[in-house]
């Protein structure tokens, strides 16, 4: 038996940092939303109990450092899971790129075994579970938009923006979230609105979220990677409506309302950076 499942990217519309804990971790706030640019999870059941993972993209890990795995690992030892699944990932979405790639794999892994084991599960459950394998991995259970606080795992749905074009420019660099986490100077943050964005989004106001986009990581990435910066500037100046740095980093997406517009902005992007992508929202979430 074969299932397939979608596991799509996620841009952040703010990005807050609030302090940082007793435990290393960062307490934040930030919105987030699904895009079309996915992953695709291919899982093979198997009688022999054991997890074999494979990737499109050698650089990719195929062990237990792949989220994927771990959530294969995961379910099985908490459901006593006596049989295997092979794990196969077509790769669309950029590797440490700020779009939750790996956590996106990891959350279609659950909801896919989820089917495949006939476990039965809830979102709520396969989102608790999720917390446990990465910060970013309960939100993609769920898809769509919603506020995440804690340290990103605690996942508050909220109402879809309005329908918009999303183009995403990731430069040839990867950037570690820990490092930028780790510059960060909480005491000298200018916070966004979260509140405003909030409203924006309940009220389908395109424009007043474009004016709310805000991410307290930008200046520390853009500081370690002027190139970051420079594909924002020239987003903004091909004509994005608002233009922002998704995660740590490194890729900038820009959000765009007319059609007509878009592609000026892909092919201006095109030019001088080779993974860009012209993608829509996904507004809902997964039942």
């Known amino acids: 038996m074969k299932i397939s499942v979608k596991a799509p990217a996620k841009i ?15 307490e934040v706030e930030m919105i987030m ?16 109990d054991q997890i074999i993972v494979d990737v499109s993209e050698g650089y990719v890990p195929n062990d237990e450092r792949n989220l994927a795995y771990q959530a294969a690992k995961i379910l099985k030892e908490r459901y006593n899971i006596q049989k295997g ?10 590797v440490a790129a700020g779009l939750a790639g790996g956590s996106s794999d990891a959350a279609a892994t659950l909801r896919g075994l989820n089917e495949l084991w006939q476990l039965n599960l809830s979102l709520d459950e396969l989102a608790e579970l999720g917390k446990e394998i ?7 259970v769920y898809g769509g938009t919603a506020l995440a606080t804690g340290r990103g795992e605690i996942v508050k749905r909220i109402s879809s923006p309005p329908p918009f074009w999303v183009v995403l ?12 986490y780790g510059k960060l100077k909480v005491d000298q943050i200018i916070h966004p609105d979260t509140k405003a964005m909030l409203k924006a989004i309940d009220e389908k106001d395109f424009t007043g979220i474009c004016s709310q986009l805000h991410n307290v990581l930008e200046d520390v990435t ?3 990677y002027p190139e970051v910066k420079h594909i924002k500037a020239q987003m903004q100046r091909f004509g994005a409506d608002g233009v922002l740095m998704s995660g740590s980093g490194p890729t900038v997406f820009g959000l765009v309302q007319k059609e007509s ?3 000026r902005i892909y092919n201006g992007l095109r030019g001088f950076c080779s993974n860009v992508y012209a993608v829509r929202l996904i507004s ?3 039942s």
């Not at 952040?12 to 960062?26: A, F, I, P, Q």
């Open 12 to 26: 952040n519309l703010t990005l807050d940092v609030l302090r940082k804990r007793e435990d290393g971790y960062h």
């Open 33 to 48: 939303t699904t895009v079309d640019l996915a992953d695709r999870i291919d899982l093979i059941h198997l009688e022999e």
């Open 85 to 94: 699944v092979s794990i196969y990932i077509t790769k669309n979405i950029p």
């Open 134 to 140: 990465g910060s970013d991995v309960a939100f993609c």
């Open 169 to 180: 420019a990731k430069p040839p660099i990867g950037v570690s979230t820990a490092e930028v």
């Open 222 to 224: 853009f500081k370690a």
């Open 261 to 263: 517009r878009l592609n």
């Open 284 to 286: 809902q979430q997964h």
